[in-house]
Structures are given as structure tokens and as C-alpha cells.
């Protein structure tokens, strides 16, 4: 088999890298705290502002934040070229550690920290628990691509995802909170997570856009050819993505601005252990990826594809099981407040990282 190497990047190309970037993209910690501060004042002073939105469900999420998620994730599902899907998936070192990571390490890392510390707190613990065990389906796209990750590795790492979600969440969530606590002579938490609720959750979020973006690649390229559809469509569609992801916080923070901003403390007190848990599985990803010698793409598509958390899911789940109004719920919310900011904060240290730490590796031919 012939190989291709992963390129060491040229003195300076990190600042390229960034320097091309849109407007939209290079600001896009400012843009993303501007719309968290948006969303609380919403909540806070729109009355009724909450029920409006919860009106109308597509499943466990209001149809308004349902719509930003696939508008957030068609654009970047349309520039996979899902013809090199086949290389990925042929990299079992890629595949057992990201599915080592995603599926035994990271979650029971959350459920440590979460009984580190949070002992006092059962509901926010038993949130930050559900967070830790919906693993990345949507943002983590849009990370991985800032930081010139392998995309071809993300999708297919993130279809795994999704089809372990569907088969393992319930039963591991059951083990989380049941199973395990009893173990070890803790409290165990009673919840009755829906199977059905999950499969849509996935279906909605992951499977449209995905088909969408399938098929938008597929057509494009068949009448006007790759050059075309890589250089003249997807400039027009990729800014969506990040109107998508804008429009999404700007929601979320809306439907909890008030509590948010009632329970400063709390809040603070869930924040610590999901920035722990944001950087160190961040950093083992990392880590492990160079210790693989998977070249900088790979590794850094490992890295944001562990770290990352399927915080919509983890609020639907929350919502659902527990309501709207409840500490489980909360936690989730704190989710994207810390999970946003600091994974656009790791693009950043990623794209560091890929010049000083990183030098050619053999990837299989196309």
C-alpha cells in the first residue's frame, strides 16, 4: 500500500491559518459571549419568553432552538467528502481510541468529578453525570474544523457516536446513576431515561442534516464538478453554520437566563468540574493522538471529538426526565456556557500545538 504523509505545517502557518479566517470566524469567542449575554437578557426581561419558545417540539427541544441546530449543522455535514470515508474508517488505531475515550474513559472521568465535587448537590451532579455521557454530535463539527482537523474523521467519528447514543445511552445512564453508586455505597439517582426519546434526538439532529449534506455533495458535484462545489457553493453555505450555532445559544441561554442569573453560585459550582473535564479529556485526546502518531489532524479530530458533549441531548434528556425547572436541567444548561468558550479557546491551542509538537506522520493513500 502506498502511503501520503500529514504535512508538517510551514513557520507561521498557525497565524495563517487563523488570519484567513472570516470575520465572523476569527471573533468568534466575542460573537458567542455576545449572544450568551443576549439570550440572559431575553429571558430575563420578555415575559412569557420561555413558553413561546417551548410551545412547539420537535421531540424534547422546542422547535426554534431545533431549527438553529440543523441550520448549524447542514453546512458543515455539506463539505465532507463522504468518498473518503472509507480511509477512516480503515484506521482501527483512530476508531478504538476515540471509542475507548468517548465510551469508558470520559464518562466515568464525569461521574469522578461530579461526586468529587458536587457530594452535596444530587441534582446538579446527576445533570452533570447525563452530560458526561451524551458525547458529540453536532459543535464539535465546527471546532474541528477551525483547527484544520481531518473532517472525513470527524463525521464518521461522529456517526459512531450517534449510533452508540442510541444503543448505550439508557443502559449507561442506568449504570451511572444506579448501578455504580450502589457499588460503592453512594446515593443512586431514579430515572427512567426513554429510548425512543434518544433515537429521535439523533435521528432529528444528526441523520437531516447528514442526508442533506450527502445529498447537497452528491448532486453538486455531479452537475458542476468539485472545484465548483468546494470553491463556489460551500463559501456560501459555511458562514450558516455559524449563524446556526449563534442563533442556538442565543435560545438556550434565553430559556434559563433567569435561573442562570438567580443562582450565580450554583452555577459556579457546576462550571468548576465541566472545565476540568473539558481540559483534561481534551488533553488526553491530544495525548494520546501524538503517542499513536496519528499526524495533527487525527489527533486533533480525536481530541475535540472526546472532549466535546452532546450538551442538546443532555438538555432534552434533562428536561424530559426531570423538567424544565429542575437542577438537572440547570446543569445541563451550564454545559455550552463553559463548553463553548472553551473549546473555541482549545482551536486556539490546537492550532499552537500542531506547529511545535507535530511532525510528519504515514496516513493511507486516498
Same mark, same amino acid.
Given at each position: 500500500m502506498s502511503i501520503q504523509t500529514d504535512p508538517l505545517p510551514s513557520p507561521g502557518a498557525d497565524a495563517a491559518v487563523v488570519g484567513k479566517l472570516s470575520t465572523l470566524d476569527r471573533f468568534l469567542p466575542v460573537w458567542i459571549i455576545a449572544a450568551m449575554v443576549l439570550g440572559l437578557v431575553l429571558g430575563s426581561l420578555i415575559p412569557g419568553l420561555n413558553t413561546a419558545l417551548e410551545a412547539v417540539k420537535i421531540g424534547e427541544v422546542s422547535l426554534p432552538i431545533a431549527i438553529g441546530l440543523l441550520v448549524?449543522?447542514? %453546512? #458543515?455535514?455539506? &463539505? #465532507?467528502?463522504?468518498d473518503q470515508t472509507h480511509r477512516v474508517v480503515a484506521d482501527r488505531k483512530l476508531m478504538i481510541a476515540s471509542? #475507548?475515550?468517548?465510551?469508558?474513559?470520559? %464518562?466515568?472521568?464525569?461521574?469522578?468529578l461530579a461526586w468529587i465535587f458536587l457530594p452535596d448537590l444530587p441534582e446538579y451532579r446527576t445533570g452533570l453525570i447525563i452530560v458526561g455521557l451524551a458525547r458529540c454530535i453536532a459543535m464539535v463539527m465546527i471546532w474541528n474544523d477551525l483547527a484544520c482537523g481531518d473532517r472525513e474523521a470527524a463525521a464518521v467519528l461522529v456517526f459512531i457516536n450517534s449510533v452508540f447514543q442510541v444503543i448505550a445511552f439508557g443502559a449507561l445512564g442506568w449504570f451511572y446513576l444506579q448501578v455504580l453508586p450502589a457499588w460503592l455505597d453512594l446515593s443512586t439517582t431514579s430515572a427512567d431515561f426513554s429510548f425512543w426519546a434518544i433515537t429521535v434526538s439523533v435521528l432529528i439532529f444528526l441523520g437531516i442534516p447528514l442526508l442533506a449534506g450527502f445529498l447537497t455533495r452528491?448532486? @453538486?458535484? &455531479?452537475?458542476? @464538478?468539485?472545484?465548483?462545489?468546494e470553491n463556489t457553493l460551500l463559501p456560501k453555505l459555511g458562514p450558516w453554520a455559524l449563524y446556526g450555532l449563534l442563533f442556538t445559544i442565543v435560545l438556550l441561554f434565553a430559556l434559563q437566563g433567569e435561573t442562570i442569573t438567580a443562582r450565580p453560585l450554583d452555577v459556579a459550582r457546576i462550571a468548576l468540574p465541566l472545565l476540568v473535564y473539558f481540559l483534561v479529556v481534551f488533553a488526553a485526546g491530544m495525548l494520546t493522538g501524538k503517542w499513536l502518531n496519528l499526524g495533527y489532524a487525527r489527533t486533533t479530530t480525536l481530541a475535540f471529538t472526546a472532549a466535546g458533549n452532546n450538551f442538546e441531548l443532555a438538555i432534552a434528556v434533562a428536561i424530559g426526565t426531570f423538567g424544565v425547572t429542575s437542577g438537572q436541567a440547570l446543569a445541563g444548561v451550564v454545559g455550552p456556557l463553559i463548553e463553548v468558550p472553551v473549546l473555541v479557546a482549545l482551536v486556539y491551542v490546537a492550532l499552537w500545538a500542531r506547529k511545535r509538537f507535530f511532525t510528519p506522520c504515514p496516513l493511507p493513500a486516498n
Open positions: 448549524m449543522m447542514y %453546512p #458543515v455535514l455539506a &463539505k #465532507v467528502r463522504y471509542l #475507548v475515550i468517548n465510551w469508558l474513559a470520559a %464518562p466515568a472521568f464525569m461521574f469522578a452528491t448532486i @453538486g458535484e &455531479k452537475a458542476k @464538478g468539485r472545484h465548483w462545489y
